[in-house]
């Protein structure tokens, strides 16, 4: 079974400045996918950023970025030069590497406030 | 851009009441899903969709839970008898290909059982 931690309910940061969110998983698998969603008061979800646990190479989108130990089981999330549309639910997700089976298991979220 | 997009947005019912939500899916994405959000937990997979049948589905989606995709633009999400514990919030959503892919979500279908 695959399992998803998000140990962080609730973080703040200062607008322009760079916070970190946590995500631990726990899986038998050696080929998975791993992902970052944010979803806004709005309710809609929006992919924020992916990585392959094949790639060694921490992925980045633009001002978000990830920290990936694959042998810790750890993928954090950075944002940087935080802005007040950051503000919303981040969401942890794994999904495994197999065909057929490209459901995502997702962690319980952590609420990014951006304070102006 | 394309999205997906539920109906109703909120729904309401009774205890021991049918209820059907409904999806329509980015029209050129194969694999449809749904997953349920209870107020404070973690979202969780319920069914994925492929070709007409499912192809996964977790053990939350038991007996009274159906999908249906009944044209070529809709997926529906029917529980058949609906308790308490279904309140939930319901989200669709579709992707292209079968893995490594971005999944696409709705809004979702804030869903009140009373």
């Known amino acids: 079974a695959q399992t998803v931690t998000q140990s962080q309910p609730e973080m703040s940061v200062q607008e322009a400045e760079t916070v970190t969110l946590s995500c631990t998983y726990d899986t038998s698998e050696n080929n998975y996918y791993l992902f970052w969603y944010k979803q806004p008061p709005s309710r809609q979800m929006i992919l924020v950023i992916r990585?392959?646990?094949?790639?060694?190479q921490n992925a980045t989108e633009n001002r978000f970025s990830v920290n990936f130990q694959k042998a810790a089981k750890s993928f954090s999330l950075k944002i940087s030069d935080s802005q007040l549309g950051d503000t919303a639910m981040y969401f942890c997700?794994?999904?495994?590497?197999?065909?057929?089976?490209?459901?995502?298991?997702f962690g319980t979220g952590t609420r990014l406030t951006v304070i102006p | 851009e394309p999205e997906v997009t539920q109906t109703p947005s909120h729904q309401v019912t009774q205890m021991g009441q049918e209820v059907i939500l409904r999806c329509v899916p980015i029209?050129?994405?194969?694999?449809f899903y749904w997953y349920r959000q209870i107020l404070g937990q973690k979202v969780e997979f319920l069914v994925s969709f492929y070709n007409n049948e499912i192809s996964e589905k977790s053990e939350i989606f038991d007996d009274q839970f159906s999908v249906e995709r009944p044209d070529g633009s809709n997926f529906t999400l029917k529980i058949r008898s609906t308790k308490l514990e279904d309140s939930a919030m319901y989200f669709c959503?579709?992707?292209?290909?079968?893995?490594?892919?971005?999944?696409?979500f709705g809004q979702g279908t804030r869903l009140t059982v009373v």
């Open positions: 029209s050129n994405h194969l694999y």
């Open positions: 997700a794994f999904m495994r590497g197999q065909t057929g089976a490209n459901n995502l298991f």
């Open positions: 959503a579709s992707t292209r290909d079968i893995v490594n892919t971005e999944a696409f």
């Open positions: 990585q392959e646990a094949y790639k060694q």
